[in-house]
C-alpha cells in the first residue's frame, strides 16, 4: 500500500541525487578551498613581512585554484554523460541484433526479483514491445546507470568552483585588515580553524559517521598543513 498521499494528483519525484551531488560539489569545493590557501598563507607568512605579498598570491591561487577545480568537476559530470550515452548506444544495438540475448536477460531479472516462469514471460513480453522503454529499464536494472542531468557538468563546475571561492576568503580575510602577517595569521588560524571544524561537524553527518570525530579530524588535518607549510618557509628563511 502505498502511504504517500499525494492529494494535487501530482507525480512525486525525487530530489534526493540532485541534492546529494549538490551538496558533494560544496563538499568537495569547500574543504580545499578552506585548507590549500590556508596553507599558503601561513607558509607566506613565515617567510615574507608584506601582507600585501600574501594577498596577493593568496588571491592568485584562489583564482587558479577555483578553476582548476571547476574544471574537474566539469569534466567528471561531462565523463558520466558521456559514459552513459555510450552505454545507451550499445543496448540499443545489443536489442536490435542480440535480442534473444537480452531477452534472457530481462527474464533473468524478474526471476531474481521472484517472479513465476508465466510472469517473466509476460513481463519481458511488456516491456520488450516498446524499445526506448526496453533500453531505459535496462540501463537502470541491468547496468544500474541513473539518466544523469544534461546540465551536470556545468552545474558542478559552479557549485566546486565558488565554494572553493568562499572557503578561500575565510584563512585570507584578516590579511586584508591587519597589517603583520604573524598577527594576522594568528587570527586566520582561529577563523579557520572554527570553520574547519563546523566544516567537517556538517560533512560528518551527511555522510554519516560520528560528527564530533569528523570534525576534529578535518580542523587538525586543516592545522597540520598550515603547520607544516608555516614550518618550512622558516626553515628555508633561516
Request: hydrophobic share 45%.
Amino acid at each position: 500500500m502505498d502511504t504517500h498521499l499525494h492529494h494535487d494528483n501530482k507525480p512525486h519525484v525525487e530530489e534526493h541525487l540532485k541534492s546529494s551531488q549538490t551538496l558533494t560539489d560544496i563538499v568537495i569545493g569547500m574543504s580545499d578551498g578552506l585548507t590549500v590557501p590556508f596553507a599558503l598563507a601561513a607558509g607566506l607568512s613565515g617567510a615574507v613581512d608584506s601582507t600585501n605579498i600574501i594577498m596577493i598570491a593568496g588571491i592568485a591561487e584562489i583564482a587558479a585554484g577555483s578553476i582548476a577545480m571547476g574544471l574537474g568537476g566539469y569534466l567528471a559530470g561531462k565523463t558520466e554523460q558521456d559514459h552513459y550515452n555510450s552505454e545507451v548506444k550499445r543496448e540499443y544495438y545489443e536489442i536490435e541484433h542480440l535480442r534473444h540475448r537480452e531477452i534472457e536477460e530481462t527474464k533473468e531479472f524478474f526471476a531474481n526479483i521472484g517472479l513465476s516462469e508465466e510472469l517473466q514471460d509476460k513481463a519481458t513480453e511488456e516491456i520488450s514491445r516498446d524499445k526506448k522503454n526496453w533500453v531505459d529499464f535496462m540501463m537502470k536494472y541491468e547496468l544500474g546507470l541513473e539518466k544523469p542531468d544534461p546540465k551536470r557538468a556545468t552545474k558542478s563546475a559552479l557549485n566546486i568552483g565558488l565554494s572553493y571561492i568562499a572557503g578561500g576568503l575565510v584563512p585570507l580575510s584578516p590579511y586584508f585588515f591587519i597589517e603583520h602577517p604573524v598577527d594576522a595569521l594568528k587570527l586566520s588560524v582561529v577563523v579557520t580553524l572554527i570553520c574547519l571544524f563546523v566544516f567537517g561537524y556538517f560533512k560528518s553527518k551527511i555522510t554519516g559517521i560520528n560528527p564530533w570525530a569528523g570534525a576534529l579530524r578535518v580542523m587538525l588535518i586543516g592545522a597540520f598543513a598550515a603547520g607544516a607549510a608555516f614550518g618550512v618557509a622558516k626553515l628555508f628563511e633561516g
